[in-house]
């Protein structure tokens, strides 16, 4: 009877930051010239390492910036684990960001961190309860640099931000009713600019409900007086001199007056016009309508300058309403950060998304692929690969499969999703390994009668393509909890071969900080 060997894998410890930093600044905790040196030049150098592990192996700002995955299970660990471990590195290496949140427990865990890295002040809330104000049109209209304050751009902002929300197109499979709603924004927008009112959602929607519904009610004396949309236009054609200003008005009032109320059929402009209101519904009222609709107190770009902003809004209170307001600052976020012209020596950035099945777009991809060069990290937490094929819906399978190609670092946590479990295999892939067979065969004797000589016994040694880590390893690993408060991991970078590990793989073993849950 054959039996195969048995694959040695081996265990590492983990170090943070922290014992990184001692390290390199010496065991008296003070720096020498070249540290210092290092520090004050470079303090956000690309190589600078953010983790140290066993065999000093290194995971620095560059990788952070070629985008993080985390898998595993409800209560495996990925969060107080490798996604804390991962958190606080960035923070005590100076890094600004945005964070999303699905859990009232979020901002309270990030509370925690910045004050445990002494950052407190670095902390902006965005939430009912605070000040902070961001109506998010008026932004995009006052925005410097190329592409800001653009009409086109403000109303791809709106469109591109409500259909991420929800997760399909305004309309049905017809791109007719995507180039009609943007269409409406566009001449709903540019009213709103030339007639020199201030832009949000619930002054569109003025313009849009003012407009007139027939080529008689654009002629009425009664509309004309009580018409928003009127005021605007005739306000604009008073004080406009530039000839490009006064041509985009030219074309917006005959979209209103003419195509809008006397060529567009009723049923038509009715489905256009409820598209829109049923898309900014949760944004004209209430709180969030006080958040995003009325002022700019906060930016995103207060994250280059390294505020982390908290976007204090879980889905869980907040339902879905909550997730489309995360998925506005993310996108808005997003624009800035590439926006931005930053160099290699910029301060980095971070995007933070746990549960990230809830913010994932299926322009995520495209997002990921080039922010490296803006010098921005993505990280993303969630339990199974096919979270994110739910979200978007099999239509978008090629691009989950292009979003999770393209972030380099890939970190398993305990799994019990097969599948999940069975991609992790395949990502990680095989090697050639050395196995050992054994065999033994009953000996027989030449005559009847004489004793049965031993059996025969064989050895041998070869070469075999094996998997490095197989999909039934990651349902065994330890998820934390006492008595040892011990989470494991197993860490893949592609293009990376590691000291301390296999190949380009890291067993990891994080203890957990019991403090943060």
Known sequence: MATGGAVMQKRLNFRGWSECVQRMIGGSGEAGPEQRAYSDAHPWSL?????????????????????????????????????QAIAKA???????????????????????????????????VFS??????????????????????????????????????????????????????????????????????????????????????SAGEAESDDWKRESFLFDLLVNARETLESTHDLQDLSVTTRYWLSEFARSMDPDTRGNIVSTFTTLADGFLRGTLREMFCTEVTITPEATLDGRVIVIDLPSKQFMETGRLAQILWMICWQRAVEAAGRGPESRPVFLWADEAQNFITPGMADFV????????????????????LHALGSQHVAGVESFLGIVKTKIFHCNGDPET????????????????????????????????PPPNRSMNIGLHRMARVFASEFGGLRCGGPPEYAIDAVLFQSGRCFAGGDGNVLRLTFDQDTSCG
């Open 90 to 124: 960035m923070l005590r290496a100076g890094f600004g960001g945005l964070v999303l949140t699905v859990k009232s427990s979020e901002t309270a865990r990030w509370r925690r961190y910045m004050e445990e890295v002494g950052r407190r002040d670095d902390l902006v």
């Open 421 to 452: 479990n069975e991609w992790a295999q395949r990502v990680i892939s095989e090697d050639w390994r050395q196995q050992v067979n054994y065999g033994q065969a009953d000996g027989q004797s030449a005559k009847k009668g004489l004793t049965t």
């Open 369 to 388: 692929q080039t922010v490296r060069e803006s010098k921005a990290a993505c990280v993303f937490l969630t339990q199974a690969r096919s979270n994110y």
């Open 47 to 83: 190589d600078r390492p953010l983790l140290e592990f066993e065999a000093g192996d290194v995971w620095t700002i560059r990788d952070a910036c070629a985008g993080t995955q985390i898998f595993g299970d409800t209560g495996s660990g990925k969060t107080t684990g490798s996604g």
């Open 128 to 213: 009912p309860e605070s000040d902070q104000r961001f109506n998010f049109l008026e932004y995009e209209r006052a925005r410097a640099g190329r592409g800001g304050g653009l009409t086109l751009n403000i109303a791809q902002l709106f469109v591109t931000v409500m259909n991420a929300g929800s997760g399909k197109g305004v309309g049905t499979s017809d791109p007719f009713w995507d180039r009609a709603l943007m269409q409406l924004m566009n001449n709903a927008i540019d009213a709103i600019r030339l007639g020199g009112a201030s832009l949000s959602i619930s002054n569109l929607l003025s313009v849009i409900q003012s407009a007139p519904q």
